[in-house]
């Protein structure tokens, strides 16, 4: 691990889930109650693109030395995350009930307010233009990106405090891999604190969040992050 990542316990890998049911339907899929609903699983298309995510997960691993005894697989709870860490899991031969996959609900989608619930996903540019405004600023009713990398930061402090010395793999959902991305590419800038969560708090600033944009995923899309 380069020094510029020395703050950290881990290595990290994150990735999309493959296409789901609400993207076939062109849908906003964003609360917990919703999220979690078995009809909102991945579509046949998703599910092909988790089983490829998950081999080339395991060819990085192959290439990089690390042992499958070392690797974790965090994941949002969401029907659509849940069913792309189940393949990618199985890919990898580890027991999907097992202590190296972990659900956190800190990794969750980001609610976009009951203005955008179950509407077509064809209103998110007016979500991000907003967040390009005022990323502090949430659409009604729903998370701004701040709140989205408040919640993000508890979850990294979780894994950098349960988990020393591995590989792990975020599996989650475009908004918030793209907060994600954001606020870790900045941290590597961060010159003089040690700390994590001081790191954290130093880039969460208007400037650096509504540009979350620029880091966006595919679904399915594996990528190292840090």
């Not at 077509?120 to 989205?148: C, R, T």
């Amino acid at each position: 691990m380069d020094k510029t990542t020395s703050f950290l316990q881990n290595r990290y890998w994150i990735l999309r889930h493959g296409k789901s049911i609400p993207n076939e339907k062109g849908l906003v899929v964003s609360s917990l109650e919703n999220g979690t609903r078995p009809e909102y699983q991945l579509a046949p298309d998703g599910v092909n693109q988790a089983q490829l995510a998950g081999e080339l997960f395991l060819k990085e691993l192959n290439q990089n030395n690390i042992a499958i005894e070392n690797v974790r697989i965090c994941y949002s709870p969401f029907s659509r995350t849940t069913h792309t860490a189940k393949v990618v899991a199985s890919v990898l031969n580890l027991p999907f009930d097992g202590p190296q996959c972990k659900v956190m609900e800190d990794i969750r989608e980001r609610y976009f307010g009951p203005t955008f619930e179950l509407m077509s996903h064809e209103k998110y540019p007016e979500i991000w233009a907003l967040d390009e405004k005022d990323p502090f600023m949430p659409a009604e009713g729903g998370e701004s990106v701040n709140d989205v990398a408040s919640r993000l930061a508890v979850a990294m402090a979780t894994m950098e405090s349960e988990f020393q010395g591995c590989s792990i793999l975020v599996v989650s959902h475009g908004d918030p891999l793209q907060i994600l991305q954001t606020i870790l590419n900045a941290t590597k800038q961060v010159n003089g604190c040690e700390e994590f969560s001081s790191r954290i708090q130093a880039v969460r600033v208007p400037t650096i969040l509504s540009q979350h944009r620029k880091f966006a995923l595919e679904t399915g899309e594996l990528r190292r992050v840090i």
